[in-house]
């Protein structure tokens, strides 16, 4: 387990997506939303039509 914090989660999102291995954010709920937004928006970069 690792922690870590930031007050910027779309920012913190961001640089979860680079790693380059598997991770599951559990805290905080908020988090998890950023993430789905930051997949969202690196799916339609790659041109995958996301509905």
């Keep these: 387990?690792?922690?870590?914090?930031?007050?910027n989660l779309p920012?913190?999102?961001?640089q979860l997506a680079r790693l380059s291995f598997?991770?599951?954010?559990l805290e905080p709920p908020e988090l998890r939303g950023a993430q789905e937004d930051c997949a969202r928006w690196l799916l339609r970069l790659a041109g995958v039509v996301v509905e």
């Design 1 to 7: 387990m690792r922690r870590s914090q930031a007050n």
């Design 22 to 25: 598997d991770l599951e954010a």
């Design 11 to 14: 920012w913190f999102a961001r």
